[in-house]
Structures are given as C-alpha cells and as structure tokens.
C-alpha cells in the first residue's frame, strides 16, 4: 500500500524556520517525483515545489522561491521541506503527493498528483 | 502564470441528479488536465486524469470532457458521498496551478 506520511508542522514565529519531512512506503520512492501541496486555512490547493526522481529537475512557486528549498534522500525514502524566512501568508497545510512524471521542453515535472499524505499544519503567528 | 477558472464556485443538489462543473484555462492547455475531490478534513484525491481519463478505482458515474481551454467534469447520479470541494489542475506549464475548487452540497 502506497503511504506517504508528513511531519514537522508545529507554530512559528514570523521569520523563522521550519523543516518539514514526507516518509514514504509501499512503492519504488526513486523512480518518482514528490511534490509539495499546500492549502491555507478555507482556501484551495495550491502548488509549492517539484523534484524529480533523481533529483535533476527542482521547481518551486515564486511564492516561496529563494526561502523553501526542496530535497530528498532515496536511501531513506524521504522528502524534505526546509522554510525558511517564514511569513503569515505560510500558514497552511502542507501536503507531499506522488507525481507521474512529464517532461517536455527541457522541463521535467508531475503531470498528476496519484497519492497523497494527511498533511501537516504550519502555523506563522506572533 | 495559467490561470485556471472553475464554475460554479459552489451547488446544491439532489441525489440522483446530473451535475456538471466547468473549468476554464487561460490559455490552449491541450488536454493537460486533472479533477481532484477533497472531503472536508482529507487530502485530495485524484479522480480524473488527462481530461478524460478515469482513475482506476473510481465509480464511473465520474466523468471528465474538454481540450484546449474547456473542460467539464460531470457526475451522472450523485451520491451522498460525493459531498465534497472539487478542483481542476494543469500541468501544461511550470508552475501547476489548480483551480479555485468547487464546493458540492446535497439539497
């Protein structure tokens, strides 16, 4: 059974950092790319970065490029979120899923979410 | 950046009844489109992929139509626990973007 399990969620202070982890299982977790999903308390999805199955090819949201940085270990079957310069408008749950892999014009990326985890809730506030 | 639109924002029906929800692209998208539920308090789940493409596992009642900038996603007889947000993807373009859900109520 595909799983894939978040942690690191928790409050922080406007500034500050977070890093947050998605323990994965039950499929080959180096042949795909693994996302980052986030949903703002009533709101809708919304995409936060990309990295492909090596590695190779990492995008992220202009939202959050320059503060978030993407990274996975396929030893240990994990990804991983590190925020940093955290700000209210962060405050969300976040969501790693499983993508199904696309490239086309030099880009590499999922071209659908097939497997979700729980998510985990960041909380941004003073 | 491809913006995606989603009608109506939120509907009411009855069981049994045809429902249709549209989502529009900015721009020509080809058929680069997924339909996602998400019940309140889960995560989403996949339901519809490359516009018309059921997901396996998924009641056929669900459906999905469209390519370049219209789609539509359709329940033919809906179900009470069909009662969900519902939200269209591109991935025609970095970065993917959903659209703005649409929240599916029982009369």
Redesign the interface.
Known sequence: EVQLVESGGGLVKPGGSLRLSCAASGFTFSSYSI?W?RQAPGK????VS?ISSSSSYI?Y??SVKGRFTISRDNAKNSLYLQMNSLRAEDTAVY?CARGLG?CRGG?C??????Y????TLVTVSS | DIQMTQSPSSLSASVGDRVTITCQASQDISNYLNWYQQKPGKAPKLLIYDASNLETGVPSRFSGSGSGTDFTFTISSLQPEDIATYYCQQYDNIPITFGQGTRLEIK
Do not use: E, H, M, P
Request: a neutral charge; aromatic letters at 34%.
């Open positions: 996302n999903v809708g999805l919304a995409w990309s995008y949201a202009d969501y696309f880009y990326y999922a071209r659908r979410f097939d979700w985890g729980q998510g």
